[in-house]
């Protein structure tokens, strides 16, 4: 027996509906998890899209990664698996530092001298100087991280990818901010003034937003509108405008 749950509530990858109506986790096959995607189908984008790597081992209780692809980040491609001389690479990996082969597939990223697109960020929790040496070897637009959790203090982490970096403009280096999960406000707002002064581009996301204080909201708007977060420089004078 399986509890069934609400079709609405879920879908995407990894997940199939039963016989029964219920719906279990499952996991590509290897030869379909390296087999060249169609491009073919959507001949209107012209990126390669796909993972060099699945996991991860945080287990956030917000994200679903690690029951759906498990709590180890694994290499489960190489880059010519889906990437043929694009000039644009959506990389899809979770978590693509915490595999133990990383280098070696940072490397693969720097000599395809494309573009690439870390769509779900990188964890800077893993950053160390050679890591941050490879980084710069690959063609990045936009570097973005993520601080998730109000009772990690990530500064030093952040202060040694300005050490190493040869990205140094803010508007190049964006951090999503967690908020409406496991935070206060005050926890928000110390997040997103340290991450300023330490010369990066915070992005809040609200977690179940239909959810979510109204301040949470208002900080949002401030935070995200980055004409007005430039032009604003607190968010208690911009609340204090709305209120």
Wanted: with cysteine; hydrophobic share 30%; charged share 25%.
């Amino acid at each position: 027996m399986c509890n069934k749950r609400r079709q609405s509530n879920y879908g995407g990858g990894g997940y199939t509906a039963g016989i029964d109506g219920c719906e279990y986790m499952q996991m590509l096959p290897a030869d379909v998890e390296k087999q060249y995607p169609d491009y073919s189908l959507y001949p209107q984008y012209k990126e390669a899209y796909g993972f060099l790597t699945r996991g991860c081992p945080r287990d956030c209780s917000f994200c679903i990664v690690s029951q759906k692809e498990g709590r180890k980040s694994i290499q489960v491609a190489d880059l010519h698996d889906f990437w043929r001389h694009q000039k644009t690479i959506k990389l899809l990996d979770p978590n693509l530092l915490a595999c133990a082969d990383h280098e070696r597939l940072l490397v693969q990223l720097a000599e395809s001298g494309a573009w690439v697109d870390y769509t779900q960020g990188l964890d800077v929790r893993l950053l160390d100087r050679d890591v941050i040496q490879l980084l710069n070897q690959v063609k990045c637009k936009n570097i973005h991280f993520a601080w998730d959790n109000p009772s990690e203090d990530l500064t030093k982490q952040f202060e040694l990818f300005n050490k190493y970096s040869t990205n140094q403009d803010p508007r190049k280096k964006s951090v999503y901010v967690l908020t409406n999960h496991n935070s206060t406000h005050e926890q928000d707002l110390y997040r997103i003034y340290r991450l300023k002064e330490l010369g990066y581009t915070p992005y809040i996301m609200i977690y179940e937003k239909q959810a979510a204080p109204r301040i949470t909201r208002h900080l949002a708007r401030w935070v995200n509108n980055k004409q007005l977060f430039r032009s604003v420089e607190r968010f208690e004078d911009y609340d204090h405008k709305i209120a």
